[in-house]
């Protein structure tokens, strides 16, 4: 019940597409939804998070869309560039210390 | 600007060795945390500290043991390092109440 299932775990996208992430989660009571963008040879950084209070955030190329019937979040970056190339990885965390549950992650690759 | 900074990106060591991996955080942030990662399998929780001298076991301490004497260091301590604990070490701290992480950019630790 404490697992954050990711897919896919790789992903090719043409310069200029959108780029899905999706990940999918059973605890009910999880209450903050981070995504973390991470370069080689760096580590992880927040990108983007959201609340079940809301359906939709969105921050510039990101969105994040959240279906909390479904227990369901996912990333949409829109007009993907070829420096989104990155490994992504969503998590769900519970208030109030936030230790975060992490997705596998998705390779993203951007094709110019 | 947080900053986390690991004493070594690249460590080589062999089967037996004890190992230390140092974090130290410039931001006064109470909590730390230390895990690894490993494809397919995504940021896997090793330990974590909400203070000085205090530790918490996360998913998988086997093997491992921590130590925080003062608040900005954090150290991770491979007792007899085994070649199944080849990964990268990613350290990372939050505020008290802070939900973002913040990391470091990695020891990838490689035992022979």
């Known amino acids: 019940q404490q697992q954050v299932k990711q897919s896919p775990q790789s992903l090719i996208v043409q310069k200029g597409g959108i780029s899905i992430i999706n990940c999918a989660y059973e605890?009910?009571?999880?209450?903050?939804f981070p995504w973390y963008q991470q370069f080689p040879g760096k580590g992880p950084a927040l990108l983007i998070a959201?609340?079940?209070d809301v359906s939709e955030k969105k921050e510039g190329r990101f969105t994040i869309s959240f279906n909390k019937s479904a227990k369901q979040f996912s990333l949409h970056i829109m007009d993907s560039q070829p420096g989104d190339s990155a490994t992504y990885f969503c998590?769900?965390?519970?208030?109030?210390?936030?230790?975060?549950?992490w997705g596998a992650g998705t390779k993203l690759i951007i094709k110019p | 600007d947080v900053k986390v900074t690991q004493s070594s990106r690249y460590l080589v060591k062999r089967t037996g060795e004890k190992v230390f991996l140092e974090c130290v955080q410039d931001?006064?942030?109470?909590?730390m945390f230390w895990y690894r990662q490993d494809p397919g399998l995504g940021l896997r929780l090793i330990y974590f500290?909400?203070?000085?001298?205090?530790?918490e076991k996360g998913d998988i301490p086997e093997g491992y043991s921590v130590s925080r004497e003062k608040k900005e260091r954090f150290s991770l301590i491979l007792e007899s390092a085994s070649t199944n604990q080849t990964s990268m070490y990613l350290c990372?701290?939050?505020?008290?109440?802070?939900?973002?992480?913040?990391f470091g950019p990695g020891t990838r630790l490689t035992v022979t």
């Open positions: 990372a701290s939050t505020q008290g109440t802070g939900a973002e992480q913040y």
């Open positions: 931001m006064d942030h109470e909590n």
């Open positions: 500290s909400y203070d000085v001298k205090m530790k």
């Open positions: 605890n009910t009571a999880f209450d903050y």
């Open positions: 959201i609340r079940p």
């Open positions: 998590a769900a965390s519970i208030a109030p210390n936030y230790q975060l549950i």
